[in-house]
């Protein structure tokens, strides 16, 4: 099930939204969990990355589409955002923040459709997994395939990724139970390592680029055997 946001201050074009959405589910079998917002600001001020599609209106009375969609991607890089609007020369700026595409008003439902039809087919061909890191209130989605490695440090975590370190609270338990990956194992209390980023074992430590990382005694044989089933795998 698909979680889509519609965002317009006008209510007759969320109910309108919401009945197209409907028929779409009855043509394509879809099935959407639909939330209402009726403002950007509304959208912005408790925002968490979980919405697959957002539905934007780009004019409305207190915070503009395109505002809110440029406050979304500082958090959320993967959300599909739609813009409504019945002024498409404004739709052009949506390149700016990914916009997959636009909706003129007034909303005829075989464009809506085929847009619709486009997103989710972009949602089903970049399926990645994702875990939500979260610290003093603010929530972030990282990308499962650019973790390096993930530290724990004072009862907290550190995710270590291609991009960035990230800080958040939480216990290597639950990110193994939230991952259900064998491309992670966990080379002590202290450190889980995506082995697709391991670059070297030298006697109890693993190299992961710059970073050395301790491996347990008790741990020693079983990373070996994971890497060696791993490059298996792979073709490495």
Known sequence: MLKLAIVDDDAAYRAEIKQLLKKYEQDYGEKFMIYEYTDGDELIEHYEPVFDIILLDVEMQFMDGMTAAT???????????IFITNMPQYAIKGYQVGALDYILKPISYYPFSQTMKRAIGKKNSAEKKYIIASL???????????IKYVEVLDHDLIFHTTENDINSKGSLKEVIK?????????????Y????????????????????????SRAKKKPLIEAINNYMRRSGG
């Open 192 to 215: 889980l390592i995506n082995l697709e980023y391991v670059d070297e074992v030298d006697g109890n430590n693993v190299i992961i680029g710059k970073d050395t990382l301790q491996v």
């Open 136 to 146: 003093h209130g603010m929530r972030q989605k990282i990308d499962v395939s650019t």
């Open 178 to 190: 939230e991952i259900k990956s064998d491309i992670f194992f966990l080379c002590n209390k202290g």
């Open 71 to 81: 406050d979304i991607r500082k958090v959320d890089n993967e959300v599909i955002i």
